[in-house]
Structures are given as C-alpha cells and as structure tokens.
C-alpha cells in the first residue's frame, strides 16, 4: 500500500509536464499579432535566448570546475559519496531547463497576450495566466520527476546491508540533497545574472530615457528598450524558475533526509520510509490541486478588474484550502505516526507563507497607508523618499520574522509532539511546513509568472504602437500580477527561511555519514564515547561544541552576517557599474544617430542587448562564486562549528535583509505608481520625479539583490553538505 | 602591594578631571569675539540647554518606571540584586552628566574657536581641540571615578562569608554590571533623542534653504541655521559624549566581571582580584597617556593644514604606543598570570581599532578610490549616487568583520594559553581587547569631539559675517576632525562588538547568581548533576541547550536581526517625519515672514528650535523602550536559550548594519564634499546636485540609526543581564 502510494509522485510529476505541454500548446494557437509585433517579438526572443546561451557557457565552466573537484574528492581521496558528481550535474540541468522552457513560453506569450489584449482584458489574463501556469507547473514537473528517479536509482543500487536497515534511506536522502547543490549553484547564477541584466536596462534605459529625453516607458525610439524587455524574461521569468526550482526541491529533499534521521534508532524502516515520502506525497497532491486551481481561474467575456481579481484569489485560495484537506487525508492514510498534529505543521507553513505575503502586500501596495505616505514624501524630494522607503522597509521586517519564529516554534512542537528534547522530529516539523508553503507552487508561480509576460505584453503595444487603451490592458494584468505576486513572494522567502533550517540539521547527518566513511566509530560527549551511528543532534552539537558560547560559533556568526552584506553590496555594485555603461551607450546613440528622437532613424538595440549580456556575466562571476568559496573556507579554518555558525548568521541577517530589500523595492515601485495615478501632482510632477527616483533605486533592491540572498541562504547550507566530508577529514588530519 | 596599585584607578580619574577643568579654565579665558558671535553662540547655547531639560525631563521619568519595577523586583519579590536600583540611577547619573559637561564646554568653545581662528588655523585649532579634550576627559574621569567608588562600597559592604571567598568578586563585578545598563539607557536616549534632533534641523534646513531657496550652509537667513548648530552640540556631542562613556565603563567592567569569574573554581582569591582590577589599571594608565597625547598636540604658529594633521596623529600614535608598552609593564607589575600574553590581547584590540578606523577612512574619504567612484556615479543622477552608496557601504563591512573574526580568535587564543576548552580566561581576553581598545579614549575622545565644535564654529562665523578666510580655517578644522575621528569611529563600534560579547558571559555569572538566590543547588548536564556554584559555562550552555539546533535558540536569532533593522526603521522614519515638519515650517517662514531672504526681517529662529525640540521628544520614546522591552519579552517567552539568541543575533546582524550605515554616509557626505572641490563639474552642477542628496540620505544614517545601533547591541545586554534574575525565577515558576 506504501509503496503503492509512492507512486503517486512519478505520477504526479508527468500529470505536471503534460498540462504544461497542453497550456504551451493552447498559446501557441493564438495569433501573434501584426507584422511588427511579430517582428519585436522575434527580437526580444533572440536576444533572450542569446543571453540565455552565453549563461550556460559560463555556469558550464563552473560546473566542470566544481564537477572535477567533486570526482577527486570522491574517487581520489574517498572523503566524499560516489554519486555526487553525477547527482549535482542533474539538478543543475533540471534546474537550468525550468528557466529555459518557462522563458522560452514567456517570449511566445507576450506578442500573443498583447493580441489578446486588443480583444478584451479578460483575453490578455487568459493567455498570461495560462503561459505563466506552463512555467509553474514546469517547475514542480521536472523537480518532482528528478526527484522520484534519484530516488528509485539509489534505492535499486546502494546495497541493503550498509550498516543498519535504517541507515540506507539516510545515506540515500542525504545524497540526494546533492543534487539541490546542483539546483542552488545554477539558480543563484541565473536570478544573479538575470538581475544584473534586467537591471541594468531597466535603470539605464529609464534614466536617459524618462529622466533625461522624457519619452515614455518602453518607447521604441529609446534604444535600450528592447534590452529592457529581454530583461524581465531573463530575469523574472528564467531567474525565478530556476530560483524557485531549488527552493522546491531543496525543501522537499531536506525534510526527507530529516525524516530518514529522525527514524535512525528506532529500528523501525517502514516507519522511516513513511516519513520520507510524507512531504513528496504532500508536493504530489498539491501538484494536483495546482491543476484544479488553475483550471478554476475563469472569467466571463466582459470582466471587470475586480473580477479578475477576485477570479485569481480563489484559483490560489481553492488550492491552500484543498491541500490543507488533502494533506489529513494522506498522512492518515499513510498512516504516519502522529499525521494529525504533522498535518497541523503544513497548516502552519500555509498560514506563515500567507501572513508573509499580506505583510508583503500591506507595505508594498499602494492601496496602503505606508506606500501612500512614501509617495507623501516625495513632496520634500527624492531624498525623503529614500529615507521614508528604507525606514519602511527595516519597519516591514518585523511581521514576517515574528511569523516564522512562531512558525518554527508551531510546527516543531507539534511534529515533536510537544516535546522540545525531540529534536529530531521537531525539526522534521519545520521541513514539513516549508514542503507545505511550497505544496501549491504550481499556481503560485503561474500568478507570479504572468506578470512578466504582461510587462513584456505592454512592451510589445507599446513599441507596436497598439494604442493606449491595449496598453491600459496590460498595465492592469501586470498591476493584478504584483498584487497576487506578493503571496508567492511571501511563500518563496518564508520557505527559503524554513528550508535553511531544515538543511542545517542535514548537515549534522553529512558529518555522521563522512565520520562513518573516514572510519571514526566514536564522538565524545562530556568525556563519555558515544558511537557515531547512535549519536543524537544533541550529541553532536556538544561533541563540537556548537553553543553560543564558542568563539569559532561566534566567529562564524559574525562571517555569515556579513556574507549577506557583502553579496549585496557586490551584486548592487554590479548593477550600478552595468547600468552606466547602458547609460552611456543610449546616450552615444541620441547624440550620434540623427533623428533618433524624432522616430527618423532607428536605434541599435542589438548593441544595448549586447551590453548588457557582456555586463552580466562580467559581473556574475564573483558574488556566484564569493558564496560557494565562503562555507568551504569557514570549513577548512573553524571546522564544524564555524560552519554552523556561518550557516545560521547568514540565514538569519540574509532573511531580514531579503525581506528589507524586497519590501523596500516594492513600495518604492508602487510609491511613483501612486503618483501616476494622479495623486500629489501627477505624472510630470516634481513628486512625480522623486518618486522616480525611489524607484530607480528600488529595482536592484527587489529584482537583483533581494531574491538573490534566497539562494544565496540555501547555496550556502549545500555548499557546506556536500563537502562536510572535506571539512570533517581535514579537522581529522 | 596590589592593593596599592588600585589606587591608581582612583587618582587617575581625578587627574582626568582635573586636567578636564583646567582645560575648561583655560578655554574660557579666551574671547569670545563680536557681540555679535556672543549673542549668536547665546542662542545656540539656549536652545541646547533647554533640549537636554526636556530630555532628561523624559529620561527621568522611563528611569523612575524602570527603577519602581527594579525595586518591586529586588524588595518585592526577592528575584533582584538589592543595589540594582541604586547603582542603575548612579549609572545614568554620570552618563547623563558627561554628556552635559561636554556640551556645556562646547557651546562656550564654538565662538572662542571662530575668533582664535581669525588668527591663525593653529590658534581655532588649539581652543577646539582643548575643548574637545574637556569633553574626552570628563568621560574617562566620571567613569573610572564611579567604578572606583562602587567597588569600594562593595567590597565594603558584601559580607566576606557570601559563599566562598571567590563568588564575593564575582558578585560585586557583577552588580556593578547594572549601573551599567542605567548608562546605557541614558546613552541610548541621548543618542537616539540627539540623532533624531540633529538630523531633524540638518535635513530640514538643507532641503529648504540649499536645495530650494540657493542660499549657502549656516544661511542666517535660513530660519533652521540655529537649531541645526543646536542639533551639532545634543547629538554630535552631548549624544556621543553619553555613549562612550556607556561604552568605556561597559568594557571594563565586563572584563572586570569576566576576570572575577575566571578564577571562581580556583580559589585563587588574590589572582582574581588581580584579574579584576588588570582592566581598571590599564584603563587608568591610558588616561594619564591621553593626557600627555593632548599636550603632545602642538604645532607652531605658522602651521599648515599638514602640519596640524601631523601633530594630531603624532598624539594620537603616541597614546597607543605608550599604552602598548605600559600594559606589559603594569601586567607585569601585578604579576598576573599569563601576563605576557593578556598584554598581547591589549594589543590585538588597538590593532583591531586601527584596522576598522583604516578601512572606514578608505571606504569614506575623498582621498580615495570609492569615495571619489561615488561621485562620479553622481554623473548618471541621484538614484545611482544611492544605489552605488549602499553597495560601497555593504562591501565596506567586510574588512572590519573579518578584523573583529580575527581579533576575537587571537585575543581569546591569547588569553585562554591556546586551549580553546578554556573559555572562562579566552573570554577575559576578548573583554581585555576591548579595554586596550578604549584605554586611550581620553585623546581619541578629543579628536572626535573637536569636530563639531569647528562645526559650530564654522556656523557662528557664517552667521555674524566674519568672511570667507575664517569660514575657510572652520572647514579646514571640521574636514581634519573628519579624517581622525575615523579611527575614533573604528575603535567605537569595535569595542561595541567585543563588550558585546564579553557581556555574554556576564549573563551566565547572573543567571548563576539567580539561581543561586532562588535556592537552586543543581543544573543538570547530560543527566548528572553539577552544582550551579561549580558549573563552567559549557556546563551552563548544555543544561539550557544553548546551541544551534534548538529552536527557541534560532527564534531568537531572528528576533534579534530583526531588532537591528526595526531599531534603524523606526530612528529612520523618526528623522523623516521629524525633517518633514522641519521643511514646513521654514517654508512657512520664507512664504509669511517678508524679507527673510533680502536679509530684511529676521527669521523666527526659535520656532524651529521647539519643533526640533518636540520632534526628537516624540520619536525617540518608541524606539528606546523596544530596545528595553525586547529582551524581556524574549526571556520571559523562550528562556536562557532565547535570550542568548536574542543578543547574538542583534550583536552579529546589528554590528554589519552599523558599519554598513555608518560608512554609507560618511561616503556620501565626503562624495558632495569632492564635487564641491571642483571636481565633476564643482559646487551648482548637477553632479553636484545629485551627491547633495546622497549626502541628506547619509545624515540619519551616519549620525542617527548607524551610532544608535551600537548602544542597541550593548543595552539589550545590559538589560538581558539585569533582568537574569526575573528570567530564570520565571521558567522555575
């Protein structure tokens, strides 16, 4: 019966992938529009997928680099599994192909939307939403796919009698999650790179283009426009789906191994096996209920705005509600021990992500007061609005951080039974409300999908010279999108918290499993052996010493807050560096091709395109890198406890910050939105241009270096798993 | 012999004030030119006065709620230390007092310093230097003297028979703790309260009377000018003056603490007291080598800007120097064991201070490469002077991180004999690195104080038309206290962070003694029981689980991030709201008042000293009574476990966000100082334009939420320690 159920996930999966053929084909029915809609299009097509190209080269060479010193490490000096190689060069392709086929929708959709959109706006959502619904059910398709055959391959060839039964499912999990190092390298590469791209055209085109010559947003005489457009799919459609990717099965494969762990000294393998399937199942039914949300986001022909809505909310809320339902129904079912307070801990990550997400929403949005009154201050000028937007930000830290400590108290007590001392199932609980927040990601990714491909839409109308009222269309499809984006952005950086606690508790298994490989049967605990096999987290966080008291902790503690700091002052860096050079070539191509301005000549997008993909890789290199050298380093000088402390100070300073920067970007956004809508003097106001300040300075914050720490958090946790062998035969040598 | 050399502690804190009323007397023998300037410094001095009343006015009245509930806890309920109540009030008291006698000083130097410098640049420099010595003398004096005097009463009045003869140093030193948190707290109000003011009339008269209406700093038509040179003396000096002596006794006596707790299982009576007093010696001897520092600082009438650089740095170097030297020698007089090495621990502290004041001064002066960067990035408009600001301000955390990392590990390697078991000694040497750090805050004290008064001097001129010459020495003086108050800066929040965590262990001596008070004989470490009277801090740490798997320690890990951020939020909004009514009311003035600008009328000067006045009032209440609520809270909710989260996180998250702050706008303010130079077009340019609102962006975080943190880190501390006993009553309760 079990078993039988497993095989819901393989199932599950492939369900995913046809419906996204079945979506992808829908789209590519509709027309793509005129002539020259078709014809920018195809331009920002090419120049997307060329970008796309140049990327893999680079992330290839960094995985060649990182895949021969996985195969020394396991075949030349034993300190690492076998399988490792392999397994990270599979999660970065699956990881890498999500962006590309959810980009390669993207750039199809927006002719096709901005088409639709001529007709009605309920058109336009028909066929965003359903394209950004391919990317989202990519996503959970391919992640749960690769995640059902690792799981099938290693429990087919790693022999049965590896030390104790219960042991096999641990050293399998365990290897698994090395294929999330896979995922995280090439997702922090992507949302890296694909944020400084994007970023770097938005700002430089915006900045000699409104700011400067004063032509509107998207205007085809402004030469950096298509490089702006071919931004939001590298960035917010390619970066996000490889980002999101990660996170999924990160979550997903750190709350198997920490059900495999928590299982290891009862004896008891039908148990354990149970609690390693709980969360895939949960990820399998959700798959499914993504479908029936999906499938119940329906309007009638002369929709309203709120209607839309409203039609949107309840594809997402039918889904939380169905899987809340779903979820008591296949753990008792399973008849995992405990399922009903388990299925209690998915209840609570679903709430934490929702709090996160209206929190996200109230401070972001300018039907609020703290957007409107950012927008307010922009009558003292763009300083003010700088000031007013970063106090609003550090401000908005504090709901979603108190949600997830209450979260990760709530889920670990319940899956602990109530009992702090069991911290193992404890901290299964927290992996279980991470796996649960992430259940829907098929339609919470399609709402925040779509979004992009409405900006691009309104793109193509613009440039297509389609007329106000199609562009009025777009804009609301992307304004509904940021609404309903918010949530997914709330469960995308709740998750990522939860997930990095989970992952740290898979470390402490990676350094039993490298001990056992490297021979050492016994850890002491206060002066008493106790054997590695047998030995508890608490065991091992006293055996290290990992308290707070222990100037390596410490140590590590200080280094990992930093880490977050610094990986976004490179990555902000970055984009100030590449957007100047775009400012300087729209500013060559005004001055030097005559009649530019005038709609006489044409501009060069291809040289802005180019520039931007050159700055891009240029810059992406040493944050990527910076990240992955970090937990190796703090392993080699402070061994396991500074490792942990890095881990833990990166993933606590790297939450706030995320959610500072993110939330600061976003009202910044909506702040000089505010202003166009006609409040406090209106477009063209002075207010008007504070705002657009605050703004300017608001995208790196949101779409660059914000969502890069989310990865950055995780990377950092995989980077130390997979070589916790190294650092655990270096401390013994 | 020892007993002797104590005395030194004494003697050397009324030579400090000795030499503090000698300088005093001497600055006052000058003129204070025009009556003009008298009546200009008059005002200023007026509106200073009346804000501190009010301030303190407040103070009192959070002091009497705080000290009602210590008593209630100490006489009530038996959970206290009975001097807690006293020694909190004697703790404000003298901070609160240094801070008014610095400013006293100040308003009555700023004239004198404008008239001597219609001398000579060497004569303006003299007078605001000695003053700025009054200031640094009275800090270092009032602190050693308060601790002389309550390790005295003490030792006078703790029967000799509390427990063993060990635990009586033990208590004292930490009791003496407490009136540590009374200065904190007054710290915090002055610095919070000072920051929000000083920013409030700085922002408020730049965005009105530079940006708008063109007229120059320190405008007398600029109805804001006085409460701004207000602001300078509250915030620049009475605030700073407040916290470092928070800082200066925080540091010596934890180490004091730390050293008393060292050797409670030895039985050493006379090593420990030795290892208590070690700090006060060292602290003592760098008051009497300050004092030769300041008249080290000579320079001859005729001196060039050079020239007088030279002279302050030669007095400063000197200070450390000498200090270096006289630790071996008075370590080895006491003949404490390990002296050589604790006396290394000295020196790695003021290395760690020069590493951080180095890198601060590199990131923020115009002499180099990323300040100078930043001003180009002025080229491409307001919003990239922000984005490239905030990304120099991140990657400037690194150095200083990796300084601390590394002065933790050698100072505790040092100290603990390089055994890193030995936790109790290796903290007393982190403890001792902070006090090296600080020993010569008498002369570092003076070159960062001295700043403001050429400010005000700088003001005064402006106002009563002394020319262009005079204003030219003042900003000569002001741009050198800039560049020696880095280092100034450096040694400050390092020593933040190493007290910080030095008070880490300060909070398990106090939860020791409140377990011992509640008649508790027993923890309990992996099922044997220890006494609470022998228990080592690892035995402390594994009894409450203080490590990183349990999840009330990683809730308050996040908690404490996030205080980091909410503090700087809340300070944040704070100045621009307050900044904000600031701009009404001068453009109420310029709109009501004719002939402001003709220089006709007067301005209504006053009404904007009371707004700044009320502002700062208002919104420093909040932000305070979080920083004291907080760890209460935390203790009350999730133990020892989450207290020691608590603090961490804040000390690790908060101390990158202070320097990320701090150097951020003292790049921005010296980037508008470059343009001005000529450089990228000069003063008027658009460049020019865009780095004016960088550098209001850096005035609240350079002088408001960045120095705040670091009184956040330590009063958090503070109040985690005196509130230990409340704790640990209530999780027995």
Redesign the interface.
Known sequence: MDQLLFWLVPAASVLALCFAWYFHRQMMKESEGTPQMVKIAAAVRKGAMSYLRQQYKIVGWVFLGLVILFSIMAYGFGVQNSWVPIAFLTGGFFSGLSGFLGMKTATYASARTANAARNSLNAGLRVAFRSGAVMGLVVVGLGLLDISFWYLLLNAVIPVDVMTPTHKLCIITTTMLTFGMGASTQALFARVGGGIYTKAAD?GAD?VGK?EAGIPEDDPRNPATIADNVGDNVGDVAGMGADLYESYCGSILATAALGAAAFIHSGDTLMQFKAVIAPMLIAAVGIILSIIGIFAVRTNENAKMKDLLNSLAFGTNLSSVLIVVATFLILWLLKLDNWMWISCSVVVGLVVGIVIGRSTEYYTSQSYRPTQKLSE?GK?????V???G?????????IP??A??VG??AS?LFASGFD?AN?GL??YG?GIAAVGMLSTLGITLATDAYGPIADNAGGNAEMSGLGEEVRKRTDALDSLGNTTAATGKGFAIGSA?LTG?AL??SY?EEIRIGLTRLGTTDIF??G?AVSVQDAT??DF??HY???????????G??????M???F???T??A??RA??HM?DEVRRQFRDIKGILTGEAEPDYERCVAISTKGAQREMVVPSLIAIVAPIMTGLIFGVPGV??LL??GL??G???AI?MANAGGAWDNAKKYVEEGNFGGKGSEVHKAT??GD??GD?FKDTSGPSLNILIKLMSMVAIVMAGLTVAWSLF
Chains 1, 2 share one sequence.
Do not use: Q, R
Request: negative net charge; proline residues 3%; glycine residues 12%.
């Open positions: 700002v900045l700011v201050s003292t000028g763009p300083a003010t700088i000031i007013s970063i106090g609003l930000g550090m401000l908005s830290t504090a951080v108190i997830v400590v990760i108290i670990y702090f911290v404890g901290l927290i918290a606690l740290l508790a402490i605990v206060g008493e987290f608490f966080m006293h010493d990992v308290t707070l008291m222990n100037p390596k902790v410490l140590s503690m200080f280094l990992g807050s930093m977050a700091f610094l976004c002052g490179l902000m860096n984009v100030g957007a100047a400012v942990l402390g833990i100070g606590s300073s939450f706030v910050l500072f657009v300040v300017t300075v790196p």
